[in-house]
């Protein structure tokens, strides 16, 4: 087993796009849902977008329609793809994943830092 890894994090004008990628090991992708959370300087962390281990998913408002979160169990590997990046998207992205059994994050990465000029 292994801790994940955040990745694909910039600086990027408003409106440009980046995609964050999260790896870790294959045993932290099976039977896991996986999330997306964001913490901004001076804010607590918030949730961002989730998809579960059958392919579901679920956005903030914030992101609704921008972002797209997607997993590759093949590749280890989750998605953000953020699209129409807006100032208010400047954070830390944090990647986690939860086994099927359990009640909260099983694994967090160590985030990425995405900044968004005007």
């Known amino acids: 087993q292994g801790q994940l890894v955040e990745s694909g994090g910039g600086l990027v004008q408003a409106g440009g796009s980046l995609r964050l990628s999260c790896t870790g090991s294959?045993?932290?992708?099976?039977?896991?849902?996986m999330e997306w959370y964001r913490q901004a300087p001076g804010k607590q962390r918030e949730f961002v977008a989730q998809i579960t281990n059958g392919g579901s998913t679920k956005y903030s408002d914030s992101v609704k329609g921008r972002f797209t979160i997607s997993r590759d169990h093949a590749k280890n590997t989750l998605y953000l793809q953020m699209n129409s990046l807006k100032p208010e998207d400047t954070a830390v992205y944090y990647c986690s994943a939860r086994f099927l059994l359990s009640t909260v994050p099983d694994y967090w990465g160590q985030g990425t830092q995405v900044t968004v000029s005007s």
């Open positions: 294959r045993s932290i992708f099976m039977n896991t849902d």
